[in-house]
């Protein structure tokens, strides 16, 4: 679900991270304590080879994915993904997945949207997909009511850039408006077709499914064309994947970034030594407190809250989520601020990385 999020403007210390704990627990709220068990989630952390994710031995970590990035990358999709594909076949498995991003641009002219949408490409053991995703120029989360006067707009341009998608991939899906929302549906009901990403207009995301592994490279190549000439940030990610083949897999392109994502467990205070451990790019986060904001406004909009840690570059953060606002819009930084003690800015997270 899109969220709307803001985050303090300085950098913390870690012992100003558990004071904000101390504040919470004052409030009345139960924020996890230093020697609590927490999911700590891992993004960006640059590597050299694959062999370094062993720094993490210490702890217990899951959903392990190898991320190769490259910058203003110029060059043929279908080659591109077809290499990986290549490989993913000859080292699939049950629990194996890769898929390959690129950007799409939107051909008609969008005033609420971005004209740069994201797809993914992706293999698994049984099927390959396609996942589409698109991105507002401005977050309007479930319930919320700000955009109703411009909401025939925002239907508008949201169903005219899936179909543009849905034009040059050939996908036999048909869109429509129901209840005041862009409703997506296969044209075959027994199609794995899913929508995700929903904001107050309907899903910003779709992904269709097909048990023909090459279905997809020559339509993929084709939306990846319209990007073009511009050079464009690709990503490949790869997950269940054993170290010999990930440097298969980094062979198809040395020059590529490789970057790790991946929850660890681990007790709250021993973020400080996972932080030292992915310097200097990792980015942290975890959650410091989960609550319901009638709890702290009884008389203001039910809107579910999340206190997290950010950490960055040696660096720590506090972020607030909220599925809504339950104030208005001009009083939410000054309450925020109030509760967490330091002053915070509006940063929604970007919905491509």
């Known amino acids: ?120 490409l992706g293999f698994r053991h049984t099927h390959s997909c396609m996942r589409i995703r698109l991105q507002t120029c401005e977050v309007v989360t479930p319930g919320e009511r700000r955009e109703d006067e411009r909401r025939a707009q925002w239907l508008d341009e949201r169903r005219s850039a899936f179909l543009d998608a849905i034009g040059v991939l050939e996908l036999p899906v048909e869109t429509t408006i129901e209840k005041g929302a862009v409703v997506l549906k296969p044209h075959d009901p027994s199609t794995l077709f899913f929508c995700s990403w929903p904001d107050v207009f309907g899903p910003c995301q779709f992904e269709y499914n097909t048990t023909d592994p090459y279905e997809f490279l020559v339509p993929a190549s084709t939306l990846a064309a319209t990007y073009g000439p511009a050079p464009a940030g690709v990503r490949a990610y790869l997950t269940g994947f054993a170290e010999p083949a990930l440097l298969e897999f980094q062979a198809i392109e040395p020059a590529g970034r490789l970057a790790y994502r991946c929850s660890v467990h681990c007790p709250l205070d021993e973020l400080p030594e996972i932080l030292k451990t992915i310097q200097p790019d990792g980015r942290l986060y975890a959650t410091l407190c989960e609550f319901s904001t009638q709890d702290l406004l009884p008389d203001g909009e039910e809107a579910s809250a999340i206190i997290g840690i950010v950490g960055d570059n040696g660096r720590f953060q506090i972020e607030a989520r909220l599925n809504r606002a339950p104030l208005r819009e001009e009083d939410m930084a000054g309450w925020l601020e109030e509760l967490i003690g330091h002053p915070v800015v509006y940063s929604p997270l970007p919905a491509f990385v």
């Open 1 to 120: 679900m899109r969220e709307r999020r803001w985050e303090t403007t300085a950098p913390l210390t870690f012992g100003q991270i558990l004071d904000v704990g101390d504040r919470l627990r004052l409030r009345g709220l139960k924020p996890a304590a230093p020697v609590n068990d927490v999911i700590c989630y891992v993004e960006e952390w640059t590597v050299e080879s694959p062999a370094d994710f062993d720094r993490l031995d210490p702890w217990t970590t899951e959903d392990v994915t190898l991320v190769h990035v490259r910058e203003n990358w110029r060059g043929d999709f279908f080659l591109l993904a077809g290499a990986y594909h290549t490989l993913y076949r000859r080292h699939q498995n049950v629990s194996a997945y890769c898929s390959v991003s690129h950007p799409w641009l939107i051909r008609e002219r969008l005033k609420l949207h971005d004209q740069k949408g994201m797809f993914w």
